[in-house]
């Protein structure tokens, strides 16, 4: 195994002193000020002007995200939040006027069109949209959706409630879903439900507040709904809304079936008479999975498995390590979710999540360290835009890398059956994950295409979409508890519209595997890696190319990928 006592070296900045105060407004803008001004001759000083705001960005960019983390991390300290905050406000909101006006003077210089179609072709692409959709009357208004979003974390945050005699947190009751006690399962979902929907009407003005600074966003530059608007800030160039509707009905019609068989095994397997929200979880051998003790062991666990499938990768995570870029376990105050936050000038990545002993911990980490190896993998490219992927390019990194390292999870799992579990759980939960993506997505399709809904309509859109998805799951009487399902997803407080490209990946993933099984670990690391170093240089179609795949998810596809899924099941065993 490859053993790594090094730590991440930021590397020396180009263009720009290292003592430049990034949080000084006033330094900032005379930088900013100088760009604008500066002249620019032949397509090399193009290339170098580029170049230089990139690590301008780049600079600014990490500031943010170290106090981000901070926020997160200790989301119930109020100074973290107000050094976020304000730095938003006074250097990130301020500069983008800056930005509009330096990309503009890139785009329409004359030697931009003549740079090298194959290195800068995508740019242009990125540059034209991003000047379409410029407006500055949406900054105060950006600036405010940044500080009312992130509201969202210190709201579940604080959300705690007391069982077997204990305070737990939302994630440290989840864990009871896992109890082979019905009766405890059952208790702890209801506690767990009353503790949040003590939170609902709070939540449900905040998301209020949210959609009506959206709406206004997408009205200042011209568009007739959020929905539309945000589809093209997304840079969603090569599908359409009404091909994303047309992936619900692809889910609806060649996922749910399977998913009913698997609920029906389900509730034979349990002795019940229907399965219950508090039924879905649970092991069916009332087993569960605990693959580790502590974030130490979590680690170690997952840079041996990286190590088995490319020892670069677990060099990589052990480097993270050394430097301090993990905060893996759950802890009251700490923000929810998981995330990997690129630091774009020291070009290493942060990982943070909340832990809790459980199976789906390490596939989290594994995940989180595929989007981490994306951004060691883009260390190289000079232009900023080609680094920023978008969803559908970073989640089937990070998808894939659960997938990848499938076949090693015995790190975790000394006995055989206990591997073989945690693979079916893996194979299952691709496709089980996929009904609630779509609810997520139409959701706010439905949201932001009827602008004027009240709060109650709001619930029973989500109420008729929990019904068309539903995998077989048993929610009478629990009306109230199943409109609550909504504000556990934190992308539909803080990344609007950022949810459906985890099941075009989830897709991408699959396919991935299935080429790890066809065509043989080298070629699909070989062509995996090749992937992930070209960031976003071209387009989404090109780079699911680039990684072996089709990039597609339309029903017959999904047929596809639901067939071979059920044949990785016969292989691993019941």
Known sequence: MIVTDKKIQKPKRVYFNENLNISSWREVENVAEEMKAQRIGSPEELIRFI??????????????????IDMTRYADDEEKGKAFHTFYSSVV???KPYDFVIKKKIFEHPSFRELPEKEYGHLKKIFENDMALFREENIPLQVKEAELSTRYGSVNSKI??????????????????????????????RVKMEAFGKAKEELDSLFDQLKEIRIQQALNAGFDNYRDYKHQELGRFTYTPQEILEFHDAVEHEVIPFLKELNEKRKAALSISSVRPWDTAVDLDGKALRPFSGSEELAQGAIRILNDVKGEYAARLEMMKNSGLLDLENRKGKAPGGYNYPLAETK??????NAVGLHRDAVTLLHESGHAMHTF??????ITPYLHTPSEVAELASMGMEFLTMDH????????????KAMRDQLEGALTFLPWCMIVDAFQHWVYTHPKHTPQERDAAFASLMERFNPGVDWSGLEKEMALQWMYQLHIFQAPFYYIEYGMAQLGALALYRNYKSKGKDRTLKEYDAFLSKGY?????????TAGLRF?????????IVEFTREALEQVGS
């Open 160 to 189: 705690t409630a007391v069982f077997d005699g204990e305070e737990k947190t939302l994630s440290q009751l989840g864990v009871y879903q896992k109890d082979p006690n019905r009766a405890k399962r059952e208790k702890a979902w």
């Open 377 to 382: 993998a883009t260390r190289d490219i000079k």
């Open 51 to 68: 170049q230089k705001y990139g690590e301008l960005e780049n600079i600014v960019s990490e500031e943010a995200a170290r106090r981000y």
């Open 409 to 420: 999870w015995g790190h975790f799992y000394k006995d055989e059956s206990d591997l073989a």
């Open 348 to 353: 290493a990545p942060f990982i943070f999540m």
């Open 93 to 95: 909101s301020r500069l």
């Open 552 to 560: 597609r998810f339309t029903r017959d596809y999904l047929k596809e």
């Open 537 to 545: 240089s071209c387009s989404v179609e090109e780079l699911y190319e």
